[in-house]
């Protein structure tokens, strides 16, 4: 089953609205047609980074949402109002939030349930934390994280998961192309036994986790591996448009 790889760029709480739109115009200048491309700014720069992209094939996201479509949310951004700024894609559970900002899962759950039900693609975060992982207790996390997911989804297009390990967020430590791989199948297998293979069989499942020039090749490259979630390499031009054309002709 042909899945186009879909790299994306997590630019987390970083960059001014000038470096931003630098980012953006340079990303859109030359991202590569055969592979999905998108960018996930500061939610304060998705109106000026969406207009530096505008007429490119680079997809605009978001690193957040709440669920709830308007109302007393002090500080909370809506699915309505990111898809008015032409947002295409939104982030749920990436392990900082789950970790750092504490958000539980039942939250994570309605998040991505507004996300997918408010039209958009969603990007569904799972991954174990380095103890989780020296316990064998990886595939129980990342099946209860992928758990998370209404099976309300229906269009397994707009379903992306991103398998990011904790242990290698941020910290220069990638998971091995096989490590990758055994997680890619089993939530691969996951996702079919809540759906079916063929829903299965369509998903993107992206790698994240100090992926970067050097790696993205070998991991993109394994079969279950469908392109890559990007924090730290997403934040120079040159490094992440290097990922992005790793990811040509991996399908
Ligand atoms: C991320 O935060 O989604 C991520 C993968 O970050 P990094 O590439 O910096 O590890």
Known sequence: MP??????????MNLTKASAIDLAKGIAKAAPADVQVGVAPPFVHIDAVGQ????????LGAQDCYFQKNGAF?????VEMLKDLGVKFCLTG???RRHV???PSDLVAEKADAVYSGGLTLIHCVGEKLEQRDANETLDVVRSQVN?????IDDPHRLVIAYEPVWAIGTGRTASDAQAQEVHAFIRETLAFIWNKDFADRVRIQYGGSMNPANARGLINQPDVDGGLIGGAALKVDTFLAVCNAARGTI
């Not at 530096?52 to 997809?59: D, E, I, L, P, T």
Request: proline share 3%.
């Open 52 to 59: 530096a992209v505008a007429g490119s094939n680079v997809h």
């Open 74 to 78: 002090t500080g909370e951004i809506s």
């Open 94 to 96: 990436h392990s900082e």
């Open 3 to 12: 899945r186009t790889p879909f790299v994306a760029g997590n630019w987390k």
């Open 101 to 103: 900002i504490k958000e």
């Open 148 to 152: 998370e997911l209404t099976s309300k």
